[in-house]
């Protein structure tokens, strides 16, 4: 018996490690998107960290989201995707990236770039919007929704 209750705390423990927990990059005006990171990013080698990267775009667009892992090498400012999917209000895959071959270093200004600057340069995370596997579309899109207002009324 204590051995069973071993190995389920241990199995519980391993699984709140993995929790996600979606943190606010930036609002894009061009495109309209929320650039949201998973706080948890894997440091297992610093030299080149990896973090789930989504795109929430407001509903009615051509995708809904997408959402892609991507490695950093931070000394030489690449990026590369390990893969990346895109997908409609249902969840359906429309794209599979697949993985990327390449390295490249992120266009300036770029959802890649501002995640860089997170994982790499260490620039601060924005607000939580919610925490496990599900992305928080409408927290993020709710999110959006005031920046793009904000920025209109400017």
């Known amino acids: 018996m204590l051995r069973i209750a071993s190995i389920a ?3 519980l423990t391993a699984s709140a490690a993995q929790a996600q927990d979606w943190r606010l990059v930036s609002l ?8 949201i990171i998973d706080a948890n990013i894997d440091r297992s080698d610093p030299a080149r960290p990896i ?7 407001p509903a009615g667009k051509e995708f809904a989201y997408v959402k892609g892992q991507i490695a950093f090498d931070c000394a030489r400012k690449m990026t590369r995707g390990l893969q990346g999917k895109a ?8 794209i599979d990236a697949g993985e990327q071959e390449d390295w490249q270093a992120p266009a300036s200004g770029s ?8 994982v790499c340069e260490n620039a601060p ?4 919007l919610g925490t496990g596997s599900a992305l928080p579309t409408a927290k993020a899109r709710e999110t959006l929704a ?6 209109a009324r400017r």
Not at 28 to 35: K, N, R, S
């Open 9 to 11: 705390f241990g199995l």
């Open 28 to 35: 894009g005006t061009d495109p309209e998107v929320a650039i």
């Open 51 to 57: 973090a789930w990267v989504p795109l929430i775009y």
């Open 87 to 94: 997908y409609d209000e249902a969840g359906k895959v429309l």
């Open 111 to 118: 959802a890649f770039e501002l995640a860089f600057d997170v």
């Open 125 to 128: 995370m924005g607000e939580s």
């Open 146 to 151: 005031k920046g793009l207002a904000a920025e």
